[in-house]
Nanobody
Framework: VQLVESGGGLVQPGGSLRLSCAASGFTFSSYYMSWVRQAPGKGLEWVSDINSGGGATYYADSVKGRFTISRDNAKNTLYLQMNSLKPEDTAIYYC?????????WGQGTQVTVSS
């Protein structure tokens, strides 16, 4: 299993970013996928989930209405569209999948929201 995130960067408050997670080594279209983040000096925070077909999505209250999770099963890629970004969204963002009771994580992509 390999997960590779990209798309992070420095953005001003109110700005937008789109994160991607390229997946390989498993049948991507069969699994729930998640985004999880870790802010500086804090623990892991679940951000969003999407079911295998993409028809059901779930969000943490802190991002609801601002972030949108999606997936392209033909491209084995997970996305997170982040709008109206706030300084408190600054974190390393990870994609995650659980396969056969094991959790797999990408290396993460840094998102910094600052003026």
């Amino acid at each position: 299993v390999q997960l590779v995130e990209s798309g992070g960067g420095l953005v001003q408050p109110g700005g937008s970013l789109r994160l991607s997670c390229a997946a390989s080594g498993f049948t991507f279209s069969s699994y729930y996928m998640s985004w999880v983040r870790q802010a500086p000096g804090k623990g892991l925070e679940w951000v969003s989930d999407i079911n295998s077909g993409g028809g059901a999505t779930y969000y943490a209250d802190s991002v609801k209405g601002r972030f949108t999770i999606s997936r392209d099963n033909a491209k084995n890629t997970l996305y997170l569209q982040m709008n109206s970004l706030k300084p408190e969204d600054t974190a390393i963002y990870y994609c995650k999948v659980q396969v056969d009771l094991l959790a797999f994580w990408g290396q993460g992509t840094q998102v910094t929201v600052s003026s």
